[in-house]
């Protein structure tokens, strides 16, 4: 499966430092919504077919655990990695295999830690604030786990950056400091320039079926930013049009009723509206749309066809630790969307 690309910079630390205190205010507000609207794809493909109501095993939706997605062939690593990545850990993550980090005398610890860590967000809507008590109890086990199989030893220092990466945000899910978190990746490189690697630089194919739940856990981080009060207010979202307002609504009604047609269709509909440019020139409710659409689509080949055209539209609205704040500071349910899009992918 292709080469990863040479991808620099260091690996945050493990043992729980904090970035430095940044004070309470978001970074400045970059246009509307980060000078996202001129930029945004105008039409999302056309999904074919029926979309069903309910996806995945009964009660589930969206794809939910049991629809697991067969990988269609012909995937390679491709990328640029041009945003940095840890080094020590990561610069040997170079294939499929590296990064699910399941070989090697310490294969089998990353890998029960990796399902302890994917198994909270099917037991918990990835979209929805989970308790801190719970997360914590999980990144617990898992760090067992690779403890017991010194995965974090120093000698293991070049191995699996991603699971490493992975423990990182799980701490910073459970933090609510209102100085740290508005800004936590604005301050905070050795942690920013890892997570935009993967998120704009690595296929998110191969992102999904290395297993670990980076855009689970960035929804818990936004999630956490919501209960301290550090959202963006409704111009950023572009939530002072009204059929965004309606989408919104209607989105949430979906979410919770496990209803991918309605999901579907009302993302349809905004998108349809938002090519109009109604929804005063941001472009995160694009980004919630086109993420709803992708996940809705019972088509494997499809909704990886939906996830590459998404991952470009990223590529074009975040590009720093402080637009990624900004994002992460949303009201749309964005990023459990995207990890529900891609875990049905997961190994």
């Known amino acids: 499966g292709g080469q990863m690309p040479q991808m620099g910079g260091q690996m945050p630390q493990m043992g729980g430092q904090m970035p430095p205190q940044m004070g309470g205010q978001m970074p ?30 009964p009660g589930q939706g969206f794809g939910g655990p049991g629809q697991q997605m067969g990988m269609p062939t012909g995937m390679g690593m491709g990328g640029t990695g041009s945003a940095g990545m840890p080094q020590a850990a990561m610069e040997a993550d170079r294939t499929m295999d590296d990064m699910s980090c399941a070989e090697g005398p310490r294969g089998m610890g990353w890998s029960s830690a990796k399902q302890k860590f994917r198994a909270v967000f099917h037991a918990n809507p990835p979209w929805l604030l989970i308790p801190r008590e719970t997360l914590n109890a999980v990144m617990e086990s898992g760090l ?39 800004q936590l990746f604005a301050g905070f490189e050795p942690l920013a320039s890892p997570v935009l690697t993967m998120m704009l630089d690595v296929p998110w194919a191969v992102l999904a079926t290395s297993g670990w739940p980076l855009f689970g856990l960035l929804s818990q981080i936004s999630l956490r930013k919501a209960q301290i009060g550090a959202l963006n207010d409704d111009a950023v979202d572009g939530l002072t049009d009204a059929a965004a307002r309606q989408f919104q609504a ?30 005063g020139g941001s472009a995160l409710g694009a980004l919630t749309a086109m993420t709803a659409q992708a996940m809705a689509s019972p088509e494997p080949q499809e909704r990886l066809q939906l996830l590459d055209v998404l991952q470009q539209a990223f ?22 969307m995207l990890h529900s899009s891609l875990d049905a992918f997961a190994g």
């Open 315 to 336: 590529k074009q609205v975040i590009g720093s630790g402080a637009e990624l704040d900004l994002a992460l500071s949303t009201k749309w349910p964005l990023w459990g």
């Open 250 to 279: 209607e989105l949430a009604n979906a979410l919770a009723s496990k209803d991918g047609l309605a999901a579907q269709k009302a993302a349809g509909n905004f998108l349809s509206l938002n090519s109009q440019g109604t929804d």
């Open 28 to 57: 400045p507000q970059m246009g509307m919504g980060m000078g996202m609207g001129a930029q945004m794809p105008g039409q999302m493909p056309q999904m074919g077919g029926q979309i069903p109501g309910q996806m995945g095993q």
């Open 144 to 182: 067992n786990d690779l403890k017991a199989t010194a995965a974090l030893a120093p000698e293991a220092a070049d191995e699996c950056g991603l699971g490493k990466l992975t423990v990182q945000l799980f701490s910073f899910a459970t933090i609510d400091d209102p100085q740290v978190l508005p």
